[in-house]
């Protein structure tokens, strides 16, 4: 009786399905880890977060210098959803990547994408805004970009961008969308209502004090379609490695991050909140 009055309900607001429908007030929480092929510890510990733990996308650098080794990994693990993340800049002080295309107004003089989009107090940075930068080679590195993921992973979903590129440029962003649709790859969290989660503040927390303002966090939240987005890794002396002015215990945080996103206790609040776990490939299905 009462699903059918739920289906009626449905069909007369013109609301896409009845399983949409009757989703309301579920929690959904989608849990993205950043930059697989960035680094080899940031490989072992996306996919770690995905097999012992509760990220369920992924983004993928493919200018990243460990990215054969991530496309290895993923198409290891068909089932673990992955994003192209489009990148523009090489942020690391001691760790650099170029773009696939020849692009020189897109790079520094040593051949190198900028470190940075938007200015700062960086000593020695250049940043990709006040460089003389060209729409239509930013648009055939992009492409290329997706073009090699595609080629290489299956289970490519959905597009994002590294350090916020997108909104470098009201054109930059216009022609994203563009190249989003045209690839098949348009999953926007933006038209699902999908929220922002609180994790932690700062990267001097210590990976305990992450996990339990985590919880906290979990414990607080409502229903709705709820991202958290970081980045995992591991303090090991490839990542200790990584860093530049202003982030220097890139090691220690990203453990943090892995510690989190591996937690039986933050699985078990999950579990006990009935939290579902979703990736981008999801959102269609669940809109809300």
């Known amino acids: 009786m009462v699903k059918s009055y739920l289906f009626a309900l ?32 940031a490989n072992l510990a996306c996919i770690d977060s995905y097999t012992k733990g509760i990220a369920r996308s992924v983004e993928v650098m493919v200018p990243g210098p460990w990215f054969e080794e ?15 993340h489009l990148v523009l800049t090489s942020e690391w002080t001691g760790l650099k990547w170029r773009p696939l295309t020849h692009a020189p107004s897109l790079t520094d003089e040593d ?18 805004r006040e460089s003389a930068w060209k729409l239509e080679e930013v648009e055939a590195e992009m492409r290329a970009q997706i073009e090699l993921a595609l080629k290489k992973i299956p289970q490519i979903s959905h597009m994002s961008y590294h350090m ?46 992450k996990e339990e303002r985590f919880i906290k966090m979990l414990e607080e939240l409502k229903p709705g379609i709820h991202m958290l987005v970081e980045h995992p890794g591991y303090d090991d002396a490839e990542m200790r490695g990584v860093g530049h002015v202003g982030y220097e215990n890139v090691a220690e945080d990203r453990k943090g991050v892995t510690h989190v996103m591996t937690s039986e206790k933050v699985k078990e609040v999950i579990k006990k909140r009935g939290i579902k776990l979703i990736s981008y490939k999801d959102l269609p299905s669940i809109k809300n």
Not at 179 to 205: C, F, H, M
Request: charged share 25%; hydrophobic share 40%.
């Open 164 to 209: 916020g590129m997108n909104q470098a440029d009201p054109d930059i962003n216009d022609m994203l969308k563009k190249l989003a649709a045209e690839y098949k790859i348009d999953i926007d969290p933006a038209r699902y209502n999908v929220q922002r989660a609180r994790g932690w503040e700062g990267s001097q927390t210590s990976p305990y004090d």
């Open 111 to 128: 051949g190198y994408f900028h470190p940075f989009i938007w200015p700062n107090k960086v000593e020695g940075a250049t940043f990709f």
């Open 10 to 41: 449905c069909f007369v607001l013109g609301v896409v399905s009845y399983t949409a429908c009757a989703q309301k007030g579920e929690i959904y929480l989608l849990v993205r880890a950043d930059d697989i092929g960035f680094s080899r510890s």
């Open 70 to 84: 991530a496309v290895a990994l993923l198409r290891e693990h068909p089932d673990y959803d992955v994003g192209v």
